[in-house]
DNA sequence: TAGATTTCCTATCGATTTACTAGGGAAGTG
DNA sequence: CACTTCCCTAGTAAATCGATAGGAAATCTA
């Protein structure tokens, strides 16, 4: 922990309110099927989000090609595409930039000198590996509450879920 | 990306400059030997590190319990168990705090409605992953550059080098 | 004991990022 | 036209990040 503060929130790899937001806005477009839209407000609503935070991120969904926005008295939000084909590591990296990073670089840009040297590969797979979760689980499996077996082995050790 | 910026390095997930350091100098103390200390001036200068910043990082593993310090003439910095006792998890967890967090919340204190209930255990399988890699890695691994094979078979795959 | 060395502690700093909020314009609907 | 809803730009308070400064405390050598 940094030296002299008390409580410190300061963290080694952490997953954003936008990242959050996005896919839990994702996660209601996907429960209301693809091609029912969904306006901000609701999707605020349901989920406890600042509505006009939200506005900002479902715009770039929007960028990113992952849903169509429509203005207007029956507007609204929808999925681009069927929520079996959009993974989660899709959303978060449209809403909140590259999934790892080291110091601000991504790992391939890295170079560590003696002993360090073999600090890259492993950042790499540490980032192969939640690369591989992330591009893995899809909004539909997320929505539908049945993530695929793997991952739900890994969640079901109960040691996973203790603190430190 | 967040919308009206150009150049975004804003990320889901990252490892600190402070984490990144902590463990580069954990290496050197590493390579050095157990019971070999080195000024913190020189784990600096090896590494490239702001030699200011570092004595405050090596504060923290001290207080961590990770490394011995000694002051004086003869002094300087040493592991306080042998390297291939220290998971890199260690490490990162005392200079950074907790390995992974949702919104600065750790994913058991995390709570999710509707559609969203499964980002809970899917939050805790990325974790486990990470958790299982930086446990599993320790100071003596990297510091011979010897990753276990698993790690390495994962750092292995050229698509894991890629950029998106 | 004097002097040199090196850790240890506190305080501060500028830049950036984060998480929001405000206000209004543009597009679509009835 | 009136109304809704998205869209865009700006701003902002607070926290965090990476780093620096200055000196007190401990330890060693001579």
Excluded: C
Excluded at 91 to 118: F, N
């Amino acid at each position: 922990m940094r030296a002299g503060t008390a409580v410190m929130d300061n963290l080694a790899m952490r997953i954003s309110a936008r990242a959050d937001y996005a896919v839990r806005a994702a996660l209601e477009l996907a429960a209301a099927g693809e091609d029912t839209s969904l306006k901000a407000e609701a999707i605020a609503e349901a989920q406890g989000i600042p509505h006009k935070f939200l506005e900002g991120i479902l715009g770039d969904l929007r960028r990113g090609g992952l849903v169509i926005s429509q203005r207007g008295g029956k507007g609204g939000y929808r999925l681009a595409r069927p929520a079996d084909s959009i993974p989660i590591a899709d959303v978060i990296r449209v809403a909140d930039g590259p999934l790892v990073s080291v110091r601000g670089v991504r790992p391939p840009d890295l170079s560590y000198v003696g002993p360090a040297e073999s600090l890259l590969p492993l950042w790499i797979a540490v980032r192969a590996n939640v690369r591989k979760i992330l591009g893995e689980v899809t909004l539909a499996h997320v929505a539908a509450a049945k993530l695929p077996d793997d991952v739900l082995s890994l969640a079901d050790d109960p040691e996973a879920w203790t603190n430190p």
